[in-house]
């Protein structure tokens, strides 16, 4: 199984975060797994049941039922979680 390295800015905690993922993985899973990461190493609780990932180069929100490969997400990829 291949994976990708990427980075994720968190608007709501002025952070960036590193993450390898699977290429297979369907991005709204990538982001809510990301989501609870983030909220567990933070120490902060949820405060949406939906997390987007959008790109961080145009702002472009990608599709949660698409795979990660599908939406050109390659090693290095700057996302947003929001």
Known sequence: MEKVFI???????????????PEV???GVAAELIAQAVQE???????KDNAILCKCEDE??????STISNT????GTK???V
Do not use: C, Q, R, W
């Open 25 to 27: 993985m369907k991005v």
């Open 7 to 21: 980075e994720v800015v968190v608007p709501a905690t002025g952070k960036k975060y590193e993450f390898i993922i």
């Open 41 to 47: 190493a933070e120490g902060i609780k949820p405060y």
């Open 72 to 75: 050109g997400i390659t090693d």
């Open 79 to 81: 996302l947003i979680l």
């Open 60 to 65: 472009t929100v990608l599709p949660s039922n």
